[in-house]
């Protein structure tokens, strides 16, 4: 199986090599569409900030080849925030393939941003979630959040009731870094890879 790992001006790829290492799986890191096109999966991760990388995938053309991908992708973290439509984050025009907004998480006095840390996931009975245990305890770090919708297939609540990842067609996501998720991520990642179209 041949898996291609999204390269855009953001961090965190390494952690998501080094899972896709523990469950067998030699990923490439390319931003060279030919790579992308012809990949089995995709993986769209991200730790860093949107308008910088929406600059990246527009100087490389990226941002008009992802919403083409026929396979099975999955972002995660900012992956999964460039998905939707507009982003709060320094008012982010984002890919559009999911018609959802993303929030700044508004300022609690006792409740910390960026929400970092482990917390519970309500999942639906989803092809990502195959044998993951509803409530599971995944691993978080994001000041931002995409708004609960219809293409919403599990949910966390931190400050408000967000996102924590979603499904259109192909297109996977999560707002939690299943690469760092422990086993729950691992079954998670595993999912994915199981995908077949």
Not at 3 to 14: D, E, P
Not at 140 to 149: F, Q
């Amino acid at each position: 199986m041949k898996v291609a790992i999204l390269k855009y001006n953001a961090g965190n790829t390494q952690s998501v090599i080094f899972a896709l290492q523990r469950v067998g799986i030699e990923a490439v890191l390319s931003d060279e569409p030919e790579i992308l096109k012809t990949a089995d999966k995709i993986i769209f991760p991200g730790v860093g900030e949107a308008s910088t990388a929406m600059q990246y995938l527009q100087s490389k053309n990226l941002d008009k080849l992802i919403p083409q991908f026929t396979q099975p992708v999955l972002g995660i973290c900012l992956g999964m925030q460039l998905l939707g439509e507009h982003s709060e984050e320094n008012n982010t025009k984002a890919l559009g393939i999911f018609p959802t907004k993303v929030k700044k998480f508004p300022f609690q006095p006792h409740q910390k941003v960026p929400h970092i840390g482990w917390n519970n996931v309500e999942m639906k009975d989803t092809i990502l979630f195959k044998n993951v245990e509803n409530q599971s305890f995944v691993y978080y770090v994001h000041s931002y959040y995409m708004e609960i919708s219809d293409f919403t297939i599990a949910k966390t609540n931190y400050i408000v009731p967000f996102a924590a990842a979603i499904q259109k067609d192909n297109f996977f996501a999560t707002q939690f870094h299943p690469e760092k998720s422990a086993d729950v991520g691992e079954k998670i990642l595993t999912n994915f890879l199981n995908i077949q179209y």
